[in-house]
C-alpha cells in the first residue's frame, strides 16, 4: 500500500491535518491510521469543550497565532456544518489583592492579541454577572465560547472522506522506517509505504517519534484532569465560564467553572501525574509507563520543582472536601453536596530533558516526517489553523 500522506492519530488535530491536505492538493492520496475504533477517543473526546478566545498566550507564539487564525476557522466551520455551539463569554477572576498583576498581564496580552470587547469590572459587576462569584476585580472575554469537540472531529472525519480521504481504524503503529522516498510504517496487518508521514498520536507521539530519532529530547508525561458537575438543580449558579487568574508558572489553568454545550456544568480540573498514558481512573496503572515517567530526567527536575504543588493536586484528587475547597476561592458558597463525580481527560504533556514543561506547540521535522510533539490547549480551538501548518509543512517537503 502506497500513500503519498499517512497521519497517525485521528484526534482532532490529526483529522484537521488530514483535511487541510485534502482541501490544499485533492489528488493527494491520505491515510489516517487510529489504534482505536472511532475518532476523538482520547484527548479531544474527553477535552472540556471550551472555543478558546488566546488571551492568555504570549503575543508571537504559536498558541498566540493559531489560536486566533483557528478561533475564527472553527466558528466558520460550525456555521458551515450546524454544529451546535455558543459564544457565551468568560469571566476570569483575581480573587485577592496579590493577583491583580497577573491579571493586568493577561488583558495587555488579550490586546497585544487582537481581541475586542475586553473589559475590565469590579466586584460589584462581578456580582452582578455571577451572582455566587467571589473576586476584588475581574475581566470579561466575550469571545470565549463552547462546542463539542467530539462533534467537530467526527465532521472533520466525513468532510475529509467525502474529499476522497481514508480512515483505517483499529490499525496500531508498531514501528516505522526511513526509506529513500519516504517512510514504511509498521502495523499488525501490513507496512504501510509513503512519501511522508505526519505523527499526530497524541499521548504517544514521543514513542512514535522515537521509532526513527531514538535520542529524543522531549517525553509525554500524562497528567489526568479530574472534573466534578454540579446537580442539576445548582446549575443556575453559574451563567459564564468563570476561571481563576493562572499560576504563571504552571502550565495549567487552575480549578474552573465550564458551562457545556449539553447544559452541563463542569467544575475542575485538577492536574495530577497519570500512572498510565490512557489512566482515566486513579486505579488505572501501567508499569512501564509509570517507571518511564519517573525516571525521565526532566520530570524528576520538574517534580523537585513543583513538588508541593503536586502534592496538593493529589490530596484534592482524592478528597473531596478538599477540590470543594479550591473552588471556594472562586465560589464561597458552592458545598460538597452540589457536586457529583464528572469526567477526566489526560493531557499530552511534553516534558524536555532539562525540566521544561513546553507550554508552546512543538512541532519537529525531519525528511519525510512531521512531528506534532506537543499540542496543549488550545490545540482544539485552534486545530484548523495547525492543521493548515502541518499541511503547508508537509506540502512543501512533498513539492
Not at 487541510?20 to 484527548?43: G, I
Not at 493586568?104 to 497585544?112: L, S, V
Not at 507521539?205 to 458537575?229: C, H, M, N, Q, W
Not at 504533556?349 to 506537543?374: R, S, T
Request: proline share 4%; aromatic share 8%; hydrophobic share 40%.
Amino acid at each position: 500500500m502506497k500513500y503519498d500522506v499517512v497521519v497517525i492519530g485521528a484526534g482532532i488535530v490529526g483529522l484537521a491535518t488530514a483535511l487541510q491536505l485534502k482541501k490544499a492538493k485533492p489528488s493527494l492520496n491520505v491515510l489516517v491510521l487510529e489504534k482505536e475504533n472511532k475518532v476523538a477517543a482520547h484527548q479531544t473526546g474527553n477535552n472540556s469543550g471550551v472555543i478558546h478566545s488566546g488571551i492568555y498566550y504570549k503575543p508571537g507564539s504559536l498558541k498566540a497565532k493559531n489560536c486566533m487564525d483557528g478561533y475564527h476557522q472553527l466558528i466558520d466551520f460550525c456555521k458551515e456544518q450546524n454544529i451546535p455551539y455558543e459564544l457565551c463569554g468568560k469571566i476570569i477572576v483575581a480573587t485577592s489583592e496579590s493577583e491583580l498583576a497577573a491579571l493586568d498581564n493577561i488583558y495587555q496580552r488579550g490586546i497585544e492579541n487582537g481581541l475586542e470587547g475586553l473589559r475590565y469590572i469590579d466586584s460589584a459587576e462581578i456580582k452582578a454577572i455571577e451572582p455566587q462569584t467571589y473576586g476584588v476585580r475581574g475581566i470579561v472575554v466575550p469571545q470565549t465560547g463552547i462546542v463539542d469537540y467530539k462533534v467537530v472531529a467526527e465532521k472533520y472525519a466525513e468532510v475529509f472522506i467525502r474529499l476522497g480521504g481514508e480512515i483505517k481504524f483499529k490499525t496500531k503503529v508498531s514501528g516505522v522506517k526511513s526509506v529513500v522516498d519516504g517512510v514504511e510504517i509498521k502495523t499488525e496487518a501490513a507496512i504501510i509505504s509513503s512519501r511522508l508521514m505526519v505523527n499526530c498520536a497524541g499521548l504517544y507521539s514521543d514513542k512514535v517519534a522515537s521509532f526513527t530519532i531514538p535520542d529524543l529530547e522531549v517525553k509525554i508525561i500524562p497528567f489526568r484532569g479530574e472534573y466534578y458537575s454540579l446537580r442539576e438543580d445548582k446549575r443556575s449558579m453559574v451563567n459564564h465560564l468563570i476561571y481563576p487568574v493562572p499560576d504563571p508558572n504552571f502550565p495549567f489553568l487552575g480549578v474552573h467553572f465550564t458551562r457545556r454545550i449539553d447544559g452541563e456544568i463542569e467544575a475542575g480540573p485538577n492536574a495530577v501525574l497519570a500512572f498510565a498514558r490512557e489512566g482515566y481512573k486513579k486505579s488505572t496503572i501501567n508499569l512501564s509507563e509509570l517507571f518511564e515517567s519517573l525516571t525521565w530526567s526532566g520530570f524528576i527536575k520538574v517534580a523537585k520543582k513543583y513538588w508541593k504543588t503536586g502534592f496538593g493536586e493529589m490530596y484534592r484528587s482524592f478528597n473531596k472536601g478538599a477540590f470543594t475547597h479550591a473552588l471556594q476561592k472562586l465560589m464561597p458558597g458552592i458545598q460538597s453536596s452540589d457536586l457529583v463525580p464528572g469526567g477526566a481527560g489526560v493531557r499530552a504533556q511534553a516534558c524536555d530533558k532539562d525540566g521544561g514543561l513546553i507550554d508552546d506547540f512543538y512541532i519537529k521535522e525531519l525528511p519525510g516526517q512531521v512531528h506534532v510533539l506537543n499540542a496543549p490547549s488550545p490545540a482544539a480551538t485552534s486545530s484548523l489553523a495547525i492543521g493548515k501548518s502541518i499541511s503547508e509543512l508537509a506540502l512543501k517537503q512533498l513539492a
